[in-house]
């Protein structure tokens, strides 16, 4: 096959994947749909209380009943233990009943089957007026990345009900805990626990959060000060350091490094550092407000620091087709690309908001050495076609496939940014 039959073939196989993970929940709800009749209604019925057939409720509130020894029957015949089928089924009759707008998309397969699956999982204890908040949220973000769709997803359950996420909060604080790791007899032979353990702890977020800032800060100081490794020997990593840094914790006041803190663009600092940073410069910057319905031009090569945060702020992620990266996750920022290639001997104005794709070092290697095509459309879409002819639309709500003739067409009829925007 040529690269243009594999790339064709492999589209079609994710989106026919897809349908039959679809087909597979609707024959399903199918099945539960014959047996949703009280079982106990028919002739001859075992009572209850002798083991007789039941109607049980598996989804969320406004789904629907069904028979549970008939569910036995149909996980016989896809092959897996019937509390797997009973799940998936309570995933679909919430998506039908409950998540109607998702649902739609699912069957449109503008994502996996799993995605709506968890959703419907995680909103199961909402109300039918709260999980129709969740609903909307989650079916305008389908065709974005599966961790972002899930993020929204979250956000929107506890907005839904926030008492009920702050009763979960405080059921599982009663279980806080640490423990520590003891060896047993065979494991300084067997295994990698020789010389080591393991500690496990649950602790508040804000704890968590606390430990993880001052462990990275810590580590990241130890490698910075750590001798170079010996010819030929490989640099010790950073779960390394992780290490050293929780094991000092025990015992801060045996560490000469003392508190260790991050100062933006400098890196960690001993306490002692940062008093006397601040001493020396302690002006204060007050930043204004940032416009993103505005934007400006300049005529040099470098995109302006201003027209970088606006274009980060507008589109949170990298704009390369299905990329899953955010900007606020991500350790190092993205490289601002001219999507029409800067020209020095061209006009002025190249350079600005109208004229940035913000892609991580990987795309953008990939967008200028392998034959891609980008348009930029707005200060927050673009169009791509690939080395092989497939073609995409990249928004912060996500990727889309479009068809060449789409592409054409936009290509031909480019938003044209308002004066603001490029002057």
Known sequence: MSPEQLLQAADDLLLEGRRVEVDKLKVLLAWAAAFSGDPQDEPNAVPIRYGGPRLITLGGEGTPQVSDIALVEIAIARRESVFTTRRRLADGFDLRHRLPLV??????LRCDMWVGNKVASMSRKLTLQQVAVVDVAVSEAL?????????????????????????????????????????KPGEAIEGDTAGVGSVFARIDEADVEAHRQMIEELAAALAANAPAP?????????????AEAFAMLADPATSALGPVARVEGLGPMLLSQVRDLLTRHANINLQPVIDLHTGRSVNGYEHPTDVKTRTELRTIGDMFPHATSTFTRSGRPPDHDHTVPYDK????????????????????????????????????????????????RVTTKGTTTITA???????????????????
């Not at 649902?103 to 449109?108: C, F």
């Not at 909060?169 to 640490?178: L, M, T």
């Open 405 to 423: 003739r789409e592409f054409d067409m936009l290509r031909a009829i480019t938003i044209r940014l308002a004066g603001d925007l490029v002057a």
């Open 103 to 108: 649902w739609a998309g699912l069957q449109d």
């Open 345 to 392: 001997h061209g006009p002025p104005g190249q350079t600005g908001d109208h004229n940035d794709t913000p892609l991580h070092r990987h795309h953008h290697r990939a967008k200028t050495h392998a034959g891609y095509t980008v348009v930029q459309l707005g200060p927050d879409q673009w169009i791509w076609r690939t080395p092989h002819g497939l073609h995409r």
């Open 230 to 242: 010996a010819e030929g020997e490989e640099p010790k990593s950073m779960d390394h350091w992780r």
């Open 143 to 183: 065709d974005e990345a599966p961790a972002r769709i899930l993020q929204i997803a979250e956000a929107k359950v506890i907005e839904a009900d926030p008492i009920a996420h702050q009763a979960r909060i405080e059921a599982n604080r009663r279980h806080k805990g640490a423990w520590c790791s003891s060896p």
